[in-house]
C-alpha cells in the first residue's frame, strides 16, 4: 500500500503541524442558554472566538470538525413542546413504530422518525430542557450543519466540517453512545471498498463510519450533564471535504437493507396474525 | 450543580495539565506485524518506549487510556485459521444464529458469538490475515486487557486504562465503527442515573457507553488499512480505575433485555410457523 492512496494521506487543507496520526478534542465553555430565536451560528462564533483568545491553538483551521448537540439547534429553532404534549410529539415525529416496550412507567416506543433515525421516543428529549416541556430533534439538521459551516467560514475563513450531534442507544450493547444526525463539509462514510490490507488482501469491513466516530470523540469531553455542547475535532482533515456533501441522512439505513425493521417479538406477532389469516376458513 | 459532582470532575491521577475538557489520542507507530507466539505486551511497551523517546510529550501517564485492536490479540494467541475452515469457524464461534442474509456470495450469518457480541460472521476476520487464512476474536479479550494493562503498570509504573477494539456493523446505520470488546481498568459504562442536568431535571440517558466511544476515538487515529493497530487517549481520566473492573463483557446486552434478538424476517417466519404448529389439526 502507498501512503500517498491510504486513508492517512491528508488533504492539502490539513496543517502540516497536525499530522493524521493524532486526534486533539476540545469542549470549550461559554455557550449561553439558547432559546427560542437565537442565532445559533453568531453565538457559536462567538464562543470559538473568545476561546481562541484565551488558547490561540484553538484558532480553527482548516480541516477542523465543529461538533454541536442537536439540543441546542433544537432550542434556538424553538422546538420545546410542552411535555403534556409528548406522547403526541412522538407520535407526530414517528413515520414507522419498530418496536414497544412495556414498563412500569409506560410503553416506550423505538420508531423510525421523519429523519429516518431509529430511536427510543423518536429522539424526543425530555432532560436539559426547562421543566414542563420536551425537546423535538431540530427540523433539518443537515441544513443546520451547512448553516453553521457557512457562518464559520464567513467568521474565520477556513474551511471545516460540522456535526449536529444526538445520543442513541443500540441493540446488543448497554449504554448510549453519541452519533452524527447532521453534517456539512465531511465525508461522514469513508468507503475503503479497493484498498487492501498489510497483505495484500481486500479489506472486508469497507465503509467506516467517521461522522459518527467524530460524534463519539466529541460527546468525551462535551459530556452530558454540562453546559458544553459544542466540541472542536481537529487531525480528521482528511475527511474533510470542499462540498457540504450527502450529510448524515446517509448514514441511515432503512429500507429493504434493514434486518431489523421490526422488534423480534412484533416481527413473530405479525407472523403468526398473518399465518392465521393466510386460511380464512379457519 | 455542582462542578465537583459532575462528570468533568478529574480523579487525582489525573494531570493537571491535561484537563477533562480536552482529548488527545495518538496512534504510534512501528508495532510489528505479530505471529502467534508473540509477547504482545513486551512488544507494546516497546512501541510506546519508543515513541516517547520521539515525543516526550506522549510518555504514558496515570489516566491514560491505551487501545488496541483486537487482531493483534488474536494473532499473538494463534487464532488464524485456515480459510478453507472458515464457515466452520462461524459455527464454533456461534453461540445462537440471529439473522441470516443470502447475496450472491453465500450466506452472511449474524449471530451472537461466545464473547456475547452480535456481529456479522460472528467476528471472524478475513482481512489483514495472511492469504489462506482467516482469524478468530480472540479468546477472552477483556483478560488480555487486564495482562496488558498489568504489562504497562510494570513497564512504566503508571496506572492506565485498556481497550481491545473491534469493528462492527449497526442495526439502522450505514457503515461499520469500533467498539469496545475487551476493556481493564475502565468504567466502561458512565452512570450518570441521581445527576441533573443544568435546569436541575434528571437526566434520561443515563448510561453512556465510555468504552464504546474510547474504541471509536482511538479509530480515527488507526486507520484499518494500516499498520497501526495501537492508540493512546489522553483526557479521559476520570473514567481510569484503580480496579480492573468487569470489562467489556458488561456491555453486552443479550437475553430477556434485547429487543432484537432475531432478525425481522427470522421472527416473522417463526411466528408463522409456530401459528400453523398451534393447530397441529390442519
Request: charged share 25%; no cysteine; hydrophobic share 45%.
Amino acid at each position: 500500500m502507498t501512503e500517498a492512496s491510504g486513508p492517512e494521506a491528508g488533504p492539502a487543507t490539513e496543517p502540516a503541524a497536525e499530522p493524521a496520526t493524532e486526534l486533539r478534542v476540545w469542549a470549550p465553555d461559554g455557550l449561553p442558554e439558547i432559546v427560542a430565536g437565537d442565532d445559533l451560528v453568531t453565538l457559536v462564533v462567538d464562543v470559538l472566538r473568545a476561546d481562541a483568545v484565551g488558547d490561540p491553538s484553538r484558532r480553527l483551521v482548516d480541516g477542523d470538525v465543529v461538533v454541536l448537540t442537536s439540543k441546542v439547534v433544537s432550542k434556538a429553532e424553538g422546538r420545546q413542546v410542552a411535555a403534556d404534549d409528548r406522547e403526541q410529539a412522538i407520535t407526530d415525529e414517528t413515520v414507522r413504530v419498530v418496536a414497544t416496550r412495556e414498563h412500569p412507567g409506560g410503553v416506550t416506543r423505538i420508531v423510525e422518525n421523519r429523519l429516518g433515525l431509529v430511536m427510543a421516543a423518536a429522539g424526543v428529549d425530555a432532560s436539559n430542557t426547562p421543566d414542563g416541556t420536551v425537546l423535538l430533534l431540530p427540523l433539518d439538521p443537515d441544513a443546520s450543519a451547512r448553516a453553521l459551516r457557512a457562518g464559520l467560514r464567513a467568521a474565520f475563513g477556513v474551511q471545516v466540517g460540522v456535526v449536529v450531534s444526538d445520543t442513541a442507544g443500540r441493540p446488543w450493547r448497554q449504554g448510549v453512545a453519541d452519533l452524527a444526525i447532521g453534517a456539512a463539509g465531511l465525508q461522514v462514510l469513508e468507503d475503503l471498498r479497493g484498498q487492501v490490507d498489510t497483505f495484500g488482501r481486500a479489506l472486508t469491513m469497507t465503509v467506516a463510519a467517521v461522522a459518527d466516530e467524530i460524534a463519539s470523540a466529541a460527546e468525551l469531553v462535551k459530556g452530558k450533564a454540562t453546559g458544553r455542547p459544542l466540541a472542536v475535532v481537529r487531525g480528521v482533515g482528511r475527511h474533510v471535504t470542499a462540498e457540504d456533501g450527502p450529510g448524515a441522512r446517509s448514514l441511515v439505513r432503512v429500507g429493504p437493507d434493514d434486518m431489523f425493521r421490526q422488534g423480534s417479538a412484533e416481527a413473530y406477532a405479525q407472523g403468526w396474525k398473518d399465518a392465521l389469516e393466510s386460511e380464512p376458513g379457519r
